[in-house]
């Protein structure tokens, strides 16, 4: 599954596409993944894009002069957002599929087509049917903003708080680290690069961790999460940007998928486990 920073990547390149634009037709090939909602085409046509936000791993779309409906897209595990423009070029942002599935549009994974003003369309791809999209009024997007715990890149993340939550917290520091009503936008990749960071072993519980290791949690997180973001998110098998590009940020992950190696840091070797039901990477030397 994409984390924050693909997702960060794919919003920015789909808005150097979609700024402006209108919705003149959209075709829905899945009610499942509109929630079977019978208004979806007709709620969307003829709106303009306005802009696209994020929470964690959520796309926020807003459209011009209706301020109360918004579109929430998530990616889930198979989620892929392709943009074919009018001359035909294609562009896809979230998760690469077989090239069988992008020689004609729609596809046989093509779940929604928003078709533009300007010819161009914006296609919803998910094999798995995991992913979502959904129209969300003031209320709603509300709701599910309440249901995300803070983003550690944001400008208003407090580590002092940050520290406070974590001891109410009995479970190992990934399951809460995981946990995105504590701490929105880490995946595993993440986690497992920012416990590292911090030296922090994954299986500590998570209210045993003192003020100074989970300030250097929280701002290893920050560091990571911005600079996974500059290099464009992290690519193993299915990850592209909205420009096709893969991801290039896996040259520098220091841990995750790294079993077997030695630490870049210290020479002891990288070890694998399952902690909270994931893979984990980590540093017996470096991590306590």
């Not at 979806?40 to 303009?48: H, P, Q, V, Y």
């Not at 920050?222 to 290099?231: M, V």
Request: net charge positive; hydrophobic share 40%.
């Amino acid at each position: 599954m994409p984390e924050l920073p693909e997702v960060e990547t794919v919003r920015m390149q789909l808005w150097s596409k979609l700024s402006g634009r209108k919705i003149i037709r959209v075709k829905v090939f899945h009610e499942k993944t509109v929630g079977a909602d019978g208004g979806f085409s007709r709620k969307l046509k003829g709106l303009t894009f306005a802009d696209i936000n994020r929470i964690g791993k959520l796309l926020i779309f807003s459209f011009r002069n209706k301020p109360g409906l918004y579109l929430l897209g998530h990616l889930k595990m198979t989620g892929q957002f392709f943009f074919v423009d009018k001359k035909g070029k294609l562009v896809g942002g979230g998760h690469a599929v077989s090239a069988a599935d992008t020689i004609q549009f729609p596809g046989r994974h093509t779940r929604v087509a928003f078709h533009l003003e300007d010819g161009g369309t914006l296609y919803f791809n998910d094999m798995r049917l995991f992913g979502y999209l959904r129209l969300a009024n003031e209320k709603s997007l509300q709701e599910t903003r309440a249901r995300f715990g803070p983003e550690p890149i944001a400008a208003d993340f407090d580590p002092e708080q940050f520290a406070d939550s974590l001891k109410k917290r009995k479970s190992s520091i990934k399951a809460v680290l995981l946990d995105q009503t504590f701490v929105a936008g880490l995946g595993n990749i993440y986690v497992d690069e920012a416990l590292f960071y911090a030296g922090i072993k994954p299986t500590r519980q998570a209210n045993k961790l003192t003020r100074v290791e989970a300030a250097k949690l929280a701002g290893g997180a920050k560091i990571i999460l911005e600079e996974a973001i500059k290099n464009g998110g992290t690519t193993f098998q299915h990850f592209v940007d909205a420009e096709g590009k893969k991801g290039n940020h896996s040259a520098h992950l220091q841990v995750f998928g790294r079993q077997g190696l030695p630490c870049y840091r210290c020479g002891t070797i990288i070890k694998k486990t399952r902690v909270a039901g994931r893979g984990t990477h980590y540093c017996p030397g470096c991590q306590r």
